[in-house]
């Protein structure tokens, strides 16, 4: 088959202080009509750099240094800028990692979608990017749509004049598994519909496996690997991508994994949580009001000593929200947060520093809640000072370092700035600072979500250690249900600000029982391309919890399950 | 939305108040009251107070207070000691003299300045840009009497394109002061472009780096389309608030570039009321500096809401 990209030989470079520094060393690849093609690898790997030149675009201060670029024939960094414009949304079009980014704020989106050109209606293309009433979006600011709505829009816009060639960088990782789910089958069933070629830029294996046809494994702007999607993922060559593979956690992993230089896997099994262990956090019926909308209704759940428990939902299903109110972010409306040392259900200032200490919660992004301009030795230290667990300042500085190399960090990494160290370094100092206050329970936002796959596996591995090691109560936020498969002692399904389903990992994730969580168990994606996708068989489903009748149980574990109701079940017809 | 507007006009009216108290205040607060001034020193207490009386100066502080507030919103805001005319019409006739300055100076600076804060975001780091932010990094350091005196050195002096001074009145026609008027706007507007310039060149350059106009490039659109459509309604934003302060500014800023020009404007009236003690008008002129100040960021807010479709659209349902 005919190749329409054909990527010769490229080499990219970035200008910083006087010297050329490369990001792009001699790639080559080839994508042929109507395949998807994905370019794999962590932060770094020039992959979106690589995407980015399909265009023609460079970013400011990079420049090409060798080899070229060719889409349809055309050498695109050679073209005059009046073709290179057409080639641009003409021949080949981009969909952008963060729609809520990529879409002007200050136009409607139907004029957005009518100026990428083409003579599809704006209506019609709206339509077949499945959003509802297609007339009445069109006048709407990009603002009033939500996440999974703007990645649509964006896709509609790119769609437009109808491309040969769709760049997708990262197109799905700011959403939720639900709605990548479908954004991901809406380009699959477009790409066929439309018979384009696709370079896809990810670093999820989940969607790589789910999506491509090849793929390019890069590593700091060189290629590592290149093969079909299912050689590469049954038979991988190279140590790194063998490493890369054996890093991402599966739904069906029974622990943490842990892997070796040259890819090999090893489960590291879960450790047992003593049965008389104490509980440590008490939450009975939250509910959570934003203004006059209730983020949290009425959820319950207790957190042992040395136990990990996993808050499991899309967005918005509240469950930051729990985790910021245990933190004394936000207060509840209702309900009682008890720690064995006192009264969890008010805001941090007005807890006691014996509490308030106790009590520590882990960022999602460590980028942005570290002081930018403060050293990370100095971030640690505060609170030691602050919470009195250290002395004077040459103990605090001391017991600073030793936190540092409590969570597997060299000590003299404590005089850089936050902007000196990587994404992975950055986390670990996050959790340093948490512990500083030598609390027994840690609240774990989203904490691995930014991160690369394998720095992810390092932290999670971290968190298991020293959960272990201090005997911590772990509240562990995520999306990820492969993530929690491998941490978390139990779990609980949060969906609306409602609990659908709890119990111990194992048992949720044999033989989910509610609906919802048999969604989110579907919705994931797994990094094999011939894996047996969980299916989900239930039809519509309505709440059917009722007063105090409310939990279904299954068997004597903890395992419960809210009661809900098929729709449109056959038992109606007899009924009626 | 609306009640948005509303909120932010009753602040804006709330705001003119509170400055009316102030500047009525600090009036009060000077030596001596306007039968001082109009007797002089050597009027004997009888003759002071009979004056007082008849300009009913013996009343509480807020009957006049209130008296002069409720004058000034019919337009009448006294009498001057010195000219003994209305000082509303007064003031009004310079003024329209000097927002002849403003409204010339306006004009140019602010659209002058925009286009090339605009040119020197998009060229950023290249030579437009350079010499764009050097001039007006000069033009903001130097004082504007002595741009204006480099001015008139040039373009009356060496090259006698335009008057020095005005030889007019304030009762000077508009054709009679139109070619008087280049030579201070040009000044005030040197001065005042250096802010704009650097604001919108700042968050032109903001806009730029942003994704959406990356992804409107990469639709393949025009750099004038991406420019004009999806860069500068984000851009301008900011840079709304400080035009609103620099046309603001112009009210006090004529003052001295009309000194030197010797122009019949609302500055050099300021200026002579001073001087003579004139009370009523120097109250007056505080009073409307207060207005434009306030009419000035009101304009900028409501603009800054009709850019913004967050705003606009704020209580509208998802």
């Known amino acids: ?576 | 939305m609306l009640s948005f507007i509303t909120r932010r006009i009753a602040a804006a009216v709330g705001t003119l108040f509170l400055s009316s108290i102030l500047v009525f205040l600090a009036v009060q607060a000077l030596p001596g009251d306007v039968a001082t001034q109009i007797l002089g020193k050597d009027a004997t207490p009888d003759a002071v107070a009979a004056l007082r009386e008849k300009l009913k100066l013996d009343r509480p502080a807020w009957e006049r207070y209130w008296d002069w507030v409720w004058g000034a919103l019919h337009g009448d805001f006294g009498t001057s000691l010195v000219s003994g005319k209305a000082v509303g019409g007064e003031v009004s006739m310079y003024l329209g003299n000097s927002a002849l300055i403003a409204v010339v100076t306006v004009l140019f600076a602010v659209t002058g300045s925009i286009v090339l804060g605009i040119l020197a975001g998009l060229y950023r780091d290249r030579w437009p840009d350079h010499v764009i932010s050097t001039v007006s990094l000069v033009g903001m350091s130097v004082p504007e009497f002595v741009v204006a005196t480099v001015l008139v050195l040039c373009f009356s002096v060496a090259l006698p394109w335009f008057p020095a001074v005005v030889l007019y009145g304030p009762d000077a026609s508009v054709s009679q002061l139109l070619p008087a008027v280049w030579l201070p706007a040009l000044a005030l507007a040197v001065v005042m472009a250096a802010y704009i310039v650097r604001m919108a060149r700042t968050s032109v350059i903001d806009v730029m780096a942003t994704e959406y106009v990356t992804t409107a490039r990469l639709k393949g659109l025009s750099t004038w389309r991406v420019v004009t459509r999806h860069a500068l309604p984000s851009a301008l934003l900011p840079t709304l608030h400080v035009i609103a302060l620099n046309v603001a500014w112009l009210v006090g800023g004529v003052a001295v570039v009309e000194n030197v020009f010797n122009y019949p404007g609302i500055g050099k009236l300021m200026l002579s009321s001073v001087q003579n003690r004139d009370l009523p008008t120097i109250q007056a002129i505080a009073l409307i500096s207060a207005v434009v100040y306030v009419v000035c960021n009101l304009a900028a807010d409501l603009a800054t809401m009709a850019l913004n479709p967050r705003l606009r659209t704020r209580g509208r349902t998802r």
């Open chain 1, 1 to 576: 088959m005919a190749s329409i990209v054909s990527v010769n030989s490229l080499s990219v470079a970035y200008r910083s202080g006087g010297q050329d520094v490369p990001v792009v060393h001699e790639v080559s690849l080839d994508v042929a009509e109507g395949q998807t093609h994905a370019l794999v690898g962590e932060s770094g790997s020039g992959k979106s750099t690589i995407a980015a030149t399909l265009l023609g675009h460079l970013r400011h201060g990079s420049r090409i240094t060798g080899g070229s670029v060719e889409v349809s024939g055309a050498d695109v960094f050679a073209l005059p800028a009046r073709e290179l414009r057409q080639l641009r949304g003409g021949t080949v079009a981009m969909v952008g990692q963060n729609a809520g980014h990529a879409l002007t704020p200050s136009m409607r989106i139907g004029r957005q979608i009518a100026e990428a050109g083409g003579d599809v209606p704006v209506v019609d293309l709206l339509e077949q990017v499945r959003l509802p009433r297609p007339a009445e979006l069109a006048r709407r600011y990009p603002h009033e749509l939500s996440g999974g709505q703007q990645q649509r829009v964006a896709i509609a816009m790119a769609i437009a004049a109808r491309p040969k060639v769709l760049v997708l960088d990262e197109p799905t990782t700011g959403l939720d598994v639900i709605t990548q789910r479908s954004v991901l089958d809406l380009i699959a069933a477009l790409s066929d519909e439309l018979g384009l070629a696709a370079v896809l830029v990810s670093h999820d294996l989940g969607v790589v496996a789910h999506m491509a046809d090849e793929v390019t494994v890069l590593r700091s702007g060189r290629v590592v690997e290149s093969a079909t999607t299912r050689q590469l993922f049954a038979q991988p060559q190279d140590p790194y991508t063998k490493r890369l593979l054996a890093s991402v956690p599966r739904l069906d992993d029974t622990g943490l994994a842990v892997v070796g230089e040259a890819g090999e896997r090893e489960v590291r099994p879960r450790s047992e949580v003593p049965v008389d262990a104490p509980v440590a956090v008490s939450a009975q019926d939250i509910t959570i009001d934003y203004g006059s909308t209730r983020a949290v209704h009425g959820v319950s759940f207790d957190v042992r000593r040395g136990e990990v428990l996993a808050l499991v939902g899309e967005s918005g299903s509240g469950k930051s929200t729990l985790a910021w109110s245990l933190a004394g972010l936000r207060t509840p409306s209702g309900g009682t947060m008890k720690h064995a040392d006192g009264d969890l259900a008010r805001p941090a200032q007005q807890r006691p520093l014996s509490l308030r200490r106790r009590v520590q919660l882990v960022f999602q992004n460590a980028d942005t809640s570290l002081n930018p301009r403060r050293s990370v030795g100095d971030a640690v230290r505060h609170p030691l000072r602050f919470f009195g667990t250290a002395a004077d300042r040459p103990e605090a500085t001391e017991r600073a370092r030793q936190l540092i190399a409590d969570v597997r960090l060299d000590p003299a990494l404590a005089d850089r700035l936050p902007a000196q160290l990587s994404g992975g370094q950055r986390q670990r100092i996050g959790i340093a600072r948490a512990l500083a206050g030598e609390p027994d329970v840690l609240i774990a936002d989203e904490i691995t979500t930014a991160l690369d796959v394998s720095v992810q596996a390092d932290v999670l591995r971290l968190l298991d250690d020293l959960r272990r090691e201090r005997d911590l109560a772990c509240l562990f936020i995520s999306h990820d249900l492969a993530v929690v498969r491998g941490i978390a002692d139990r779990v609980v399904v949060l969906r609306h600000g409602v609990v659908v389903e709890e119990g111990p990992t194992e048992t949720v994730f044999a033989d989910p029982q509610h609906p919802y969580t048999r969604q989110l168990m579907a919705a994931a994606l797994e990094p094999d391309p011939d894996a047996q996708p969980y299916v989900d068989d239930t039809a519509d489903w309505a709440d059917a919890a009722d007063g105090d009748d409310i939990w279904t149980e299954h068997g004597t574990d903890g395992h419960r399950v809210r009661r809900w109701r098929p729709l449109n079940a056959p038992v109606a017809e007899g009924a009626l």
